[in-house]
């Protein structure tokens, strides 16, 4: 069996190495993140007395989008009506959204709500440039001219507010990623010494190397599983899907081995990611027809661990 990964350059390894060290001062039993200081750096206690959850996520003109990621936000309201922490839960998206869709709106209801804190948990997969600069920046918490400028220009509203925010990690912290692409490929796997898992996510050039960092546990995991062989591929939301993707299930089907693709997209299955792709405009291109491949069928948005993970990482912190 072999596993095919990119490396990870020594430099950002050394960087990625040192934000997680920062940020495991202390954390509980069933964290997300499982990497806890030798000694507490500070005791924790609550942000505040009224703490809001804000689930941030990237946005689209689909409705089919906003009635997912509104399923999504029921889903952790529903958690904590069980187990009270926060005294709202909101959702909002970052952008292809106006009032009352959109981040600002959202902190105009929670300051309406007569809450003095917020913890901002962006849904999205990795923590790539739009985490970094675009929903930060939104929420006010970073700021430079040029970000500035772009949100101005996209008529993205920034947040003016002096309630206190802090924001989570994203979905790849700790182990949701690696349980779910194990979950996905058990469901379509019958034969695995004779099939080939290929794992397809959006990923970001500009950060291969931290993003492939981050998928290592799930393609590890996901090869213990007796697998072939193991692949990931960026493809964006489709773009490389012809460059990247369709040449391993190409080779693979030409070495007598079936492909199961997994893929790791907040709202999409790899079943209807690539049915979606063979059907548009560049269909032909994209076509994987005649080649022997099967597509899980569950997207991350809606696997069981997904809106407690949420839930977790907004609860911890809440209490930093």
């Known amino acids: 069996m072999k596993l095919s990964l990119s490396r ?15 940020g ?6 069933h964290s997300p993140n499982k990497a806890a200081a030798a000694t507490p750096a500070v005791e924790l206690v609550p942000r ?28 952790v309201r529903a958690l904590n009506e069980k187990s009270p922490v926060f005294a709202v839960v909101e959702g909002a998206q970052m952008e292809f959204s106006k009032a009352p ?8 209801r929670i300051e309406e709500k007569g809450c003095d804190a917020v913890v901002a948990v962006p849904v999205f997969v990795y923590p790539t440039s739009h985490v970094q600069f675009d929903v930060t920046s939104i929420l ?9 400028a772009a949100l101005a220009e996209e008529g993205i509203q920034v947040v003016r507010s002096k309630i206190p925010t802090v924001a989570t990690p994203t979905l790849s912290s700790g182990a949701l990623l690696k349980n779910f692409v194990v979950a996905e490929a058990r469901s379509i796997s019958k034969s695995p010494k004779n099939e080939r898992l290929l794992v397809i996510a959006h990923g970001d050039e500009g950060y291969a190397g931290l993003v492939d960092s981050l998928n290592e546990d799930a393609l590890k995991a996901a090869a213990e599983l007796g697998f072939d062989r193991v692949d990931a591929a960026f493809c964006g939301i489709g ?4 460059k990247n993707v369709k040449p391993i299930v190409e080779a693979n089907d030409r070495d007598g081995k079936k492909t199961l693709i997994v ?58």
């Open 8 to 22: 990870l350059t020594l430099a950002l390894a050394a960087v990625v190495a040192s934000f997680l060290t920062l």
């Open 24 to 29: 495991a001062s202390q954390v509980s039993a």
């Open 48 to 75: 505040g007395e009224k703490t809001a959850l804000l689930l941030v996520f990237h946005g689209s003109p689909a409705p089919s989008w906003s009635k997912f990621t509104g399923k999504m936000v029921d889903r």
């Open 101 to 108: 869709n959109d981040i600002a709106s959202a902190y105009k």
């Open 140 to 148: 006010g918490i970073y700021a430079s001219a040029e970000m500035r």
């Open 239 to 242: 773009q490389t899907f012809a």
């Open 263 to 320: 893929a790791i997209y907040v709202a999409s299955s790899a079943e209807n990611f690539v049915a979606r792709l063979q059907k548009g405009e560049n269909g032909a291109k994209n076509s994987l027809e005649g080649l022997n491949y099967e597509c899980s069928k569950g997207a991350l948005g809606d696997f069981e661990e997904t809106a407690p993970w949420i839930f977790e990482l907004g609860r911890e912190a809440s209490l930093f």
